[in-house]
Nanobody, 126 residues
Framework: VQLQASGGGLVQAGGSLSLSCAASGQTFSWNTMAWFRQAPGNEREFVAAIRRNDGATSYAGSVKGRFTISRDKLQNTGTLQMNSLKPEDTAVYYC????????????????????WGQGTLVTVSS
């Protein structure tokens, strides 16, 4: 199973970026997908998650109202639309996936996810 994250880059504060995560592999179908991020010197932190079957979402407080997570069940992909970006959003963003359809309290935990992408760098300049 492989997760391929793409879409990172450099953007000015207030701008937008869209990250995509494509899952591939033999008969793999995720049921919860999430995005985490890690800034230099910081621990990896939860950003957003979505449940495949019903589209239930969860967001970190720092991104709620600015970021939107979505999924395409047919394409087996997830997308993180990031608007109104701030310099403090600068980090390497990782997508993660689990075969389990997690309840809300579990979606923000790193331990809930079996599969991880390689990370894509998002840099927001002031």
């Amino acid at each position: 199973v492989q997760l391929q994250a793409s879409g990172g880059g450099l953007v000015q504060a207030g701008g937008s970026l869209s990250l995509s995560c494509a899952a591939s592999g033999q008969t793999f179908s995720w049921n919860t997908m999430a995005w985490f991020r890690q800034a230099p010197g910081n621990e990896r932190e939860f950003v957003a998650a979505i449940r495949r079957n019903d589209g239930a979402t969860s967001y970190a407080g720092s991104v709620k109202g600015r970021f939107t997570i979505s999924r395409d069940k047919l394409q087996n992909t997830g997308t993180l639309q990031m608007n109104s970006l701030k310099p403090e959003d600068t980090a390497v963003y990782y997508c993660a996936a689990s075969p389990r359809a997690w309840i809300q309290s579990a979606r923000s935990s790193i331990a809930s996810y079996h599969y991880w992408g390689q990370g894509t760098l998002v840099t927001v300049s002031s």
